[in-house]
DNA sequence: ACTGAAACTTCTGACGT
DNA sequence: ACGTCAGAAGTTTCAGT
């Protein structure tokens, strides 16, 4: 249940490279590869690791448009949260969302291939669903920083 | 520099569990373990893989509070700008930060272990900044979706 | 708890199709 | 472009300290 440093130097080394070996790891932080085997898969069965991704590029996937996007549901009562929170969960274009404080907003953020199906996925899927009142679009212009590593 | 349906598919499961094997692929998508070997190499080294990163648990790991800051930057020239930029990416806490079409805006994501530290982050770390006039700050209450898989 | 070695699995380059 | 195969590398279990 605790983390010593050994652990918090493998969460560290894997969150920039979730493919390292046990070998290489055994290297990096001056343990032997068994013992990173062992600690790896204690970790992974904690959740402390909930898994591992391979981060691709969204320019050569062709899918270079990101946009956050302000949701304002419909009504604020429960189903209907859920009614948007389903929603979201099946679209492939949208890779987060949250519910925040203040107006009891929603952020999503959204990936398209160019700014036409941008405003298409806005005016056919969005808006037109019943769980949604009206929508504010921001076009992400430049991505300062992204996949920033938890700090462990 | 073309993709065909196995890069796809290959691209496809490694978002979804970037520590698959070779093997591993070779059976889920119907090609031999060395051919995915080469076309994962291939495709790491034209950069349609950009790395491997393990997904770590927030809130195991003690920084559970999640927050959306809108930043206003003090003047909109290019300086001002990268000295902004610089200092998002020295904070650790910041994971996430875009700028915005509409009013010049950036948005980061940041994550603390607590409201006390949020509150400590903004006003002794953001707001002092040269480069930052105001910022408008927004908790998050829940994560629908995250780290979703960009469609290939 | 850790190391080191042994048994097993996976990786990857050479070769043939 | 693909599959097969074999040597190299990595993984993981287990005995020993």
């Known amino acids: 249940m605790h983390l010593?440093?050994?652990d918090r130097k493998l969460l560290r080394l894997l969150q920039l490279d979730g493919r390292l070996t046990n070998n290489e790891l055994s290297q990096k932080i001056n343990l032997s590869a068994s013992q990173c085997s062992r600690r790896r898969t204690r970790l992974e069965q904690e959740g402390f690791i909930k898994g591992y991704r391979a981060d691709l590029d969204r320019e050569k996937l062709g899918v270079g448009i990101v946009n956050l996007i302000t949701?304002?549901?419909a009504t604020h009562n429960r189903d209907n949260a859920q009614r948007f929170a389903r929603l979201v969960g099946g679209l492939p274009e949208v890779l987060e969302a949250y519910s925040l404080?203040?107006?009891m907003d929603y952020i999503i953020k959204v990936v398209t291939p160019d700014l036409r199906s941008l405003s298409a996925f806005v005016s056919d899927v969005l808006l037109p669903h019943e769980s949604v009142q009206h929508v504010k679009t921001a076009i992400?212009?430049?991505?300062?920083?992204?996949g920033g590593a938890l700090p462990v």
């Not at 992400?140 to 992204?146: G, I, S």
């Open 4 to 6: 010593d440093e050994f």
């Open 101 to 103: 404080t203040g107006e």
């Open 140 to 146: 992400v212009l430049d991505t300062l920083k992204e």
């Open 71 to 73: 949701v304002t549901l």
